[in-house]
């Protein structure tokens, strides 16, 4: 089968595609999943780069990749949710376990498998999971009661964008925070009540904070003893006043993931596509999305869109 493989630690041009086996057959719990797409995150480009050498399990050569949708080919022996030719997402924690997305044909244990969403695309529906999954598991980790108020940084990027639609689907007034004027239409579709950019932040007014973007002095907007969940450890916000700080990570969630495309299907979230590149191009995909400025999922088709 075909895969993005990663030589060695570095820029883009580390990734090319290259033949490798087939998984022969999924472990009694797993499946089989042929790719339909794999979107591009920055924790990919972070591990191209070796940022996350030090605590990561695995090592170039080395397939990246943490989202999946695709076709069930093959079903382990103690699978009963599954099917073969069931439609599918999953995130797999590639750092961690070393499977990686960017391939045709990836075997992944069940239990972080979803059915997808029925009504987008499979290449839309790859942009679910890891996204999707971090929002979700950063607004519980949050834990704001309904009628609170929230801002939400970074509100217009991957994360950002499904955990503003999330938060008021709970009941939440969210404020969101963009780079510039030029995202506010995006936000306020997307469901913020409110759109400001990072020179006009709420002063100790709000009482939680999601932080997406890493942006110093987020945490201003917080009221004294509010609450602050971030996803970007590396900038996480100094706790002050009495704000409580937490560093979400997230974690393989197959029920939480169905939750979601459940939510894809109701109208109730809503994904959005940037660009799709063929496997061929994975190194062009990295530098587009290290440029900056990408509204929606870069996706990696294995086959040339
Ligand atoms: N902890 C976890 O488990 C976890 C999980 C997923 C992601 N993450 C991390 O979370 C971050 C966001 O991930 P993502 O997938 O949402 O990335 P993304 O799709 O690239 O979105 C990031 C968004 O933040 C915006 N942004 C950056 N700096 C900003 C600023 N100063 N003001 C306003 N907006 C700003 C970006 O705008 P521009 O495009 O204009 O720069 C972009 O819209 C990344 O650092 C990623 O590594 C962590």
Same mark, same amino acid.
């Given at each position: 089968?075909?895969?993005?493989?990663?030589?060695?630690?570095?820029?883009?041009?580390?990734?090319?595609?290259?033949? $490798?086996?087939?998984? +022969?057959? #999924?472990?009694?719990?797993? /499946? =089989? %999943?042929?790719? @339909?797409?794999?979107? !591009?995150?920055?924790?990919?480009?972070?591990?191209?780069?070796?940022?996350h050498a030090?605590h990561s399990a695995v090592h170039?050569?080395?397939?990246?990749?943490?989202?999946?949708?695709?076709?069930?080919?093959?079903?382990?022996?103690?699978?009963?949710?599954?099917?073969?030719?069931?439609?599918?997402?999953?995130?797999?924690?590639?750092m961690?376990?070393?499977?990686?997305?960017?391939?045709?044909?990836?075997?992944?244990?069940?239990?972080?498998?979803?059915?997808?969403?029925?009504?987008?695309?499979?290449?839309?529906?790859?942009?679910?999971?890891?996204?999707?999954?971090?929002?979700?598991?950063? $607004?519980?980790?949050? +834990?704001? #009661?309904?009628?609170?108020? /929230? =801002? %939400?940084?970074? @509100?217009?990027?991957? !994360?950002?964008?499904?955990?503003?639609?999330?938060?008021?689907?709970?009941?939440?007034?969210?404020?969101?925070?963009?780079?510039?004027?030029?995202?506010?239409?995006?936000?306020?579709?997307?469901?913020?009540?409110?759109?400001?950019?990072?020179?006009?932040?709420?002063?100790?007014?709000?009482?939680?904070?999601?932080?997406?973007?890493?942006?110093?002095?987020?945490?201003?907007?917080?009221?004294?003893?509010?609450?602050?969940?971030?996803?970007?450890?590396?900038?996480?916000?100094?706790?002050?006043?009495?704000?409580?700080?937490?560093?979400?990570?997230?974690?393989?969630?197959?029920?939480?993931?169905?939750?979601?495309? +459940?939510?894809?299907?109701?109208?109730?979230?809503?994904?959005?596509? @940037?660009?799709?590149?063929?496997?061929?191009?994975?190194?062009?995909?990295?530098?587009?999305?290290?440029?900056?400025?990408?509204?929606?999922?870069?996706?990696?088709?294995?086959?040339?869109?």
């Amino acid at each position: 089968m075909r895969a993005v493989v990663l030589s060695t630690y570095g820029g883009p041009e580390g990734l090319s595609v290259s033949e $490798l086996p087939e998984p +022969a057959a #999924p472990d009694p719990d797993g /499946v =089989l %999943v042929r790719t @339909a797409a794999a979107a !591009v995150n920055p924790v990919d480009l972070q591990t191209r780069a070796g940022l996350h050498a030090g605590h990561s399990a695995v090592h170039p050569p080395m397939v990246l990749g943490w989202d999946l949708a695709g076709t069930v080919t093959a079903v382990g022996g103690a699978v009963t949710g599954f099917r073969v030719g069931d439609r599918v997402v999953a995130m797999s924690a590639q750092m961690a376990t070393g499977r990686g997305t960017y391939a045709e044909v990836v075997a992944l244990p069940a239990d972080i498998v979803a059915h997808a969403p029925a009504s987008v695309p499979l290449t839309v529906a790859a942009g679910l999971p890891l996204a999707g999954l971090t929002a979700r598991q950063a $607004l519980d980790r949050l +834990a704001l #009661p309904e009628g609170s108020s /929230v =801002l %939400v940084t970074g @509100a217009v990027g991957s !994360v950002g964008g499904l955990a503003v639609q999330l938060a008021r689907r709970r009941g939440l007034t969210v404020v969101a925070q963009v780079r510039s004027a030029r995202d506010e239409e995006q936000a306020r579709a997307l469901g913020a009540h409110r759109v400001v950019d990072g020179a006009n932040l709420p002063v100790a007014d709000l009482d939680g904070l999601l932080e997406t973007a890493g942006l110093p002095g987020a945490i201003g907007a917080v009221r004294d003893g509010g609450r602050a969940v971030s996803i970007v450890p590396t900038r996480a916000p100094v706790p002050e006043r009495g704000v409580r700080v937490a560093v979400s990570h997230v974690e393989q969630d197959g029920p939480g993931l169905a939750e979601l495309a +459940a939510l894809v299907d109701a109208g109730e979230l809503r994904l959005r596509t @940037a660009r799709e590149f063929a496997f061929d191009d994975a190194s062009e995909a990295h530098r587009r999305l290290a440029a900056g400025g990408v509204r929606g999922k870069l996706l990696l088709l294995p086959d040339v869109p």
